[in-house]
């Protein structure tokens, strides 16, 4: 059975306290690995798609990685108005576009 | 003004009662999708739609309909609202065939969400 798993289900760290989310997935075939931002009472926003493992994307302090069984989301020295909840999410062979999704990481960035 | 819209954005209704949520999309996107959020629980699928006459059932599709009128407009309905259909409703969509590239029309947009509580 497809399936994605996100750790931690929360992190809280102090501005400028680098760290990494992790999102393990186990699908079949996987077509791409995608991240989304979700702020309080708004719908995920997109971040980045990834395809093969190797792949690197960056944008702002946020750098996403990918594996043959995980991918990362590595924040560089965050700032408060990088807290949200980070989710991940994979599309298998199956396709169709059918996303399977982890329940998310809550991270919060303190001042 | 936002590419993916959802009405209404917050809705309370009672056990038994039959509602609608609507969502419209001028991204010009041929697929478009609706998906339940639960506390603690991934985004999980209801119902998804490639073009007007191309309809199916998601992960979870039990005591829900669609309906596709028009490219730009998916709704979801509640035939018979039971209290644990209490979720945030999300719509989305992603472009289909004739995108200009390949890679990318996977990306799926979502809309802002419809918080619905059934009493």
């Known amino acids: 059975e497809d399936q994605v798993t996100q750790s931690p289900e929360a992190l809280r760290l102090q501005e400028g306290e680098s760290s990494s989310l992790n999102c393990s997935y186990t699908v079949s075939g996987l077509r791409g690995l995608f991240w989304y931002r979700q702020d309080p009472g708004k719908g995920p926003e997109f971040l980045f798609t990834l395809y093969s493992a190797g792949e690197e994307k960056e944008k702002e302090r946020l750098k996403a990685t990918l594996t043959k069984k995980e991918s990362f989301l590595h924040i560089t020295a965050p700032k408060p108005e990088d807290s949200a909840t980070y989710l991940c999410?994979?599309?298998?062979?199956?396709?169709?576009?059918?996303?399977?999704f982890g329940a998310g990481t809550r991270l919060a960035v303190h001042p | 003004d936002a590419d993916v819209t959802q009405t209404p954005r917050n809705r309370i209704t009672k056990t038994g009662k039959r509602i609608m949520l609507e969502c419209s999309q001028t991204?010009?996107?041929?697929?478009m999708y609706w998906y339940r959020q639960d506390p603690g629980l991934g985004l999980r699928l209801i119902y998804y739609?490639?073009?007007?006459?191309?309809?199916n059932k998601g992960e979870i599709s039990d005591g829900y309909s669609v309906s596709r009128q028009a490219q730009a407009k998916f709704s979801l309905s509640l035939e018979s609202a039971i209290p644990n259909q209490t979720a945030l409703y999300f719509c989305a969509t992603s472009a289909g065939t004739g995108a200009t590239t390949v890679r990318g029309r996977e990306t799926q947009y979502f809309g802002p969400g419809t918080r619905l509580l059934v009493l």
């Open positions: 991204k010009g996107h041929d697929r």
């Open positions: 739609s490639f073009d007007v006459k191309d309809i």
């Open positions: 999410a994979a599309e298998g062979s199956g396709g169709y576009n059918k996303l399977i």
